[in-house]
């Protein structure tokens, strides 16, 4: 079974400030895919980024960042220069290929940007 | 791009009634849908997997009889809470995969039920 762990439930920064969101996962396939979303007030989830297990080549997304080590199991997500319409609830999530693609989710981590 | 729509996007219900949500993959085909479940301040939490022309697979804990999936072509997929309590509040999200890939899921924008 796959698990995923956000371990800070909430964190509030000042607008501008760089902020990191956790993640941990678990699994005992050696392919799969592992995403951020973001849900704003709306409800509607926001797809971010998505990186493939084979792929640790950690990258520059506009003012997003990611850090995938797959050594220690981490997914850890960086919103540079956050902004107040940064502030939502941010979703890690795994998922494996072929046919039964659930995804597991995270439990969240609520970001605050505060102007 | 692909999208997922739902309807209704919320939902205001008398206990023991029964609601109907759709899903609609509107321009790709999914032969599976997946239905989650989320209560206020809590994460996502997979309830069933719908497939096309078969019977769902519910996840462990969840009512079978109670919350029936009906995926009756390759872009519909229906979830009815039948005789709703007000603890089946909660906000629903269907998701589907992107035909041809397998590292893709399009997720609908969710659909709010509350049971008074």
């Known amino acids: 079974a796959q698990k995923v762990t956000q371990a800070q439930t909430e964190i509030s920064v000042v607008e501008k400030e760089d902020v990191t969101l956790d993640c941990v996962y678990e699994?005992?396939?050696?392919?799969?895919?592992l995403f951020w979303y973001k849900q704003p007030p709306s409800g509607e989830l926001v797809f971010l980024i998505r990186?493939?297990?084979?792929?640790?080549q950690n990258e520059i997304s506009g003012r997003y960042s990611w850090n995938f080590q797959k050594s220690t199991s981490s997914f850890n997500f960086t919103i540079t220069a956050s902004q107040v319409v940064d502030s939502a609830v941010y979703f890690c999530a795994l998922s494996l290929p072929g046919g039964y693609q659930k995804v597991t989710f995270g439990t969240g981590t609520k970001l605050q940007v505060i102007p | 791009g692909a999208v997922v729509s739902q309807h209704p996007s919320w939902v205001i219900c008398k206990s023991g009634t029964s609601v109907k949500i759709e899903c609609r993959s509107l321009?790709?085909?999914?032969?599976?849908m997946f239905w989650y479940r989320q209560f206020p301040k809590q994460s996502l939490m997979l309830m069933a997997t719908?497939?096309?022309?078969?019977?769902?697979?519910?996840e462990q804990g969840v009512e079978k009889d109670k919350f029936l999936i009906n995926h009756a072509s390759l872009t519909l997929s229906t979830l009815t809470v039948t005789s709703a309590h007000p603890e089946d509040s909660s906000f629903y999200i269907c998701?589907?995969?992107?035909?041809?890939?397998?590292?893709?899921?399009?997720f609908g924008p969710g659909t709010r039920l509350t049971v008074l």
């Open positions: 719908s497939n096309e022309g078969s019977k769902a697979t519910y």
């Open positions: 990186r493939n297990s084979f792929d640790e």
């Open positions: 998701s589907a995969p992107a035909q041809g890939r397998t590292d893709t899921q399009y």
């Open positions: 321009d790709f085909q999914a032969t599976t």
């Open positions: 699994t005992r396939d050696t392919t799969y895919y």
